[in-house]
């Protein structure tokens, strides 16, 4: 996805550019019924170009896309497309999951939607504890695979030699204390390589005094989205996928709450800038790994004295320095420099001024 979105959005700004995000399922009906909507579309992008733009940009603009039309897929079992024209680029890309029509005709291309459209995942991390076994799965609509597992006694140090001194504790409780910390110690060390290969939600299982433990010393309470309290040493896949079903029934609720977790840890470590400015900043500074933005949030807006600085635009505007959305241009800039984009609903960054990024440093 990521090579995808980075050739739109490193393409040089020639308008028009037309955006057109569809949904196209040829195997779900004949082709000549989905050909018929190609054609109807295709049409209306046709009359808008004409009656805004001179004859020879529109007509090679229209020839393009009867072109990228004429050659699509129809053996695909994709679910929708997104086609992307201007009189300098064009591409079409087959995505998998249901989209709304959606056609604009603008400066530059409209990567919000695409974006939106193909960052539905709902993927995520189960801990599974007890004071002397761990194992963690990584876990997604489908299936359950174990990625690590740690046994008490097995693969961290000093346990022998703890044992050896048991007869120096004034009470054997105070001993398996020791230990288990101990053991949740070195299960959240294998954890940082985990979260480190797979940034996802993660859920963490196990008796209140055992999650009691590992909340009091984990590194990585921003990726917890929930403890779930219980004895599940003999729990088997099919069981926790049964646990586990409320909680990601709602998976918009898990993932923004994962996601308010990142921005208060970034805030903590001074890695966070929030409203639209302090964004802008930023992201032209090329600091920007994450932006969280509320999904229907645009600004418009005008530049300052400088690349780095804008201001709300005001209605007697400077066309040669107006912005359309501020957001949109912020997303391009992240994307194009190898950070994400998450999208929230509105109120969710509330505390944020509705835009959040988080810095590499």
């Not at 959606?102 to 459209?117: A, C, G, N, Q």
């Not at 790994?289 to 509320?294: I, N, T, Y």
């Not at 949030?297 to 709300?312: P, R, T």
């Given at each position: 996805m990521s090579a995808d979105i980075r050739e739109i959005t490193e393409v040089v700004h020639y308008r028009p550019a037309v955006s057109m995000i569809l949904p196209f399922e040829p195997k779900m009906s004949s082709k000549n019924t989905v050909a018929h909507y190609m054609k109807v579309v295709t049409d209306?992008?046709?009359?808008e170009l004409r009656n805004n733009y001179p004859d020879e940009i529109y007509q090679l603009v229209i020839e393009k896309l009867k072109a990228v039309i004429r050659g699509l897929n129809y053996n695909t079992f994709k679910k929708s497309i997104a086609i992307y024209v201007s009189p300098v680029f064009e591409k079409v890309l087959y995505l998998d999951i249901p989209v709304e029509e959606?056609?604009?005709?603008?400066?530059?291309?409209?990567?919000?939607?695409?974006?939106?459209?193909?960052?539905?995942s709902s993927k995520y991390l189960i801990l599974v504890l007890s004071s002397?076994?761990?194992r963690i799965y990584l876990g997604d609509s489908n299936s359950f695979v174990r990625v690590a597992s740690n046994t008490y006694g097995s693969g961290y140090p000093n346990t022998r030699d703890a044992a050896e001194r048991v007869a120096n504790f004034s009470a054997v409780a105070e001993h398996k204390e020791i230990e288990m910390e101990k053991f949740l110690r070195h299960t959240d060390n294998v954890l940082s390589n985990i979260l480190n290969a797979y940034r996802l939600?993660?859920?963490?299982?196990?008796?209140?005094r055992?999650?009691?433990?590992?909340?009091?010393?984990?590194?990585?309470?921003?990726?917890?989205v929930e403890y779930i309290h219980g004895n599940y040493e003999e729990a088997t896949l099919p069981h926790?996928?049964?646990?586990?079903l409320p909680y990601i029934t709602d998976w918009k609720k898990i993932k923004q709450k994962d996601i308010l977790n990142q921005l208060e840890e970034a805030a903590g470590d001074k890695k966070l800038a929030a409203g639209i400015k302090d964004v802008w900043r930023e992201a032209m500074c090329l600091k920007g790994?994450?932006?969280?933005?509320?999904k229907d949030?645009?600004?418009?807006?005008?530049?300052?004295?400088?690349?780095?600085?804008?201001?709300?635009a005001e209605e007697s505007y400077n066309k040669f320095s107006y912005i359309k959305d501020a957001v949109d241009d912020v997303m391009e800039k992240v994307l194009e420099n190898g950070g994400d984009v998450e999208f929230v609903d509105k109120g969710v960054l509330k505390d944020y001024n509705s835009i959040a990024l988080i810095q590499y440093y």
């Open positions: 209306r992008i046709e009359q959606k056609l604009i005709i603008d400066e530059s291309f409209e990567i919000r939607d695409l974006v939106y459209s193909k960052k539905q002397n076994e761990s939600p993660l859920f963490v299982l196990g008796t209140k055992v999650l009691g433990h590992f909340n009091g010393l984990t590194k990585h309470k921003a990726a917890v926790l996928r049964e646990i586990l790994r994450l932006l969280v933005v509320e949030f645009m600004y418009a807006a005008q530049h300052g004295g400088s690349e780095e600085v804008i201001y709300e």
